[in-house]
């Protein structure tokens, strides 16, 4: 984890929040929206600022902007169900991911960074489309097969939602990191 003063914490934590607050209405983006930055800024968050805190002040954050938005379309408020408790452990895989790689400076191998992030990711799709079908009350009840093939044409436009911020984040980190082990 970066060693970052109070205010630096607190703009990284700003930033995460707009990321997620100007991308939150499309879950794979369209010609007119970006895709959703949630998954990815969780685990940047975790890399960033590590700590329950953190995780807690952005958990809240997401809730408030998903309040916000359920107020102002049907679609969004449709994803209110037991389910959305759902959301806690799949940002906290995220979360933790990050803070993994923020341990022994892991993120400065990027490929290794970007193996992980992809698992974890993977991780999290399952976990939140498995919370999703089990307590939305949307879904009949399914098979582990039926499970697989329901969400499993989700999965590559889910990945790649999150590596296409995670890519450059994590390979700027890396160059950022070598570039001070190199002015020291």
Not at 14 to 40: C, E, K, Q, W, Y
Not at 68 to 73: G, L, R, T, V
Not at 103 to 114: E, H, I, T, W, Y
Not at 115 to 125: D, E, N, T
Request: proline share 5%; glycine share 8%; with cysteine.
């Amino acid at each position: 984890m970066p060693n970052l003063s109070t205010s630096q914490r607190l703009s990284v934590l700003l930033a995460l929040v707009a990321m997620i607050a100007s991308t939150r209405m499309s879950h794979f983006g369209s010609a007119n929206l970006l895709p959703d930055a949630s998954l990815a800024m969780f685990l940047l968050g975790g890399l960033m600022l590590g700590g329950v805190s953190g995780f807690i002040v952005l958990m809240l954050a997401t809730f408030g902007l998903d309040i916000y938005m359920a107020q102002s379309s049907a679609e969004a408020a449709w994803c209110f169900s037991p389910a959305y408790t759902g959301l806690i452990p799949t940002y906290a895989v995220l979360w933790l991911t990050g803070m993994g790689l923020a341990q022994k400076q892991r993120f400065v191998r990027p490929l290794l960074a970007l193996a992980a992030s992809s698992a974890a990711v993977g991780v999290a799709f399952i976990v939140s489309n498995g919370f999703f079908l089990a307590l939305s009350g949307t879904a009949a009840p399914l098979s582990l097969g039926e499970f697989v093939l329901a969400v499993a044409p989700y999965f590559p436009a889910y990945l790649a939602s999150a590596m296409l911020y995670l890519t450059p984040a994590l390979i700027a980190a890396a160059l950022w990191q070598k570039s001070r082990a190199i002015a020291e």
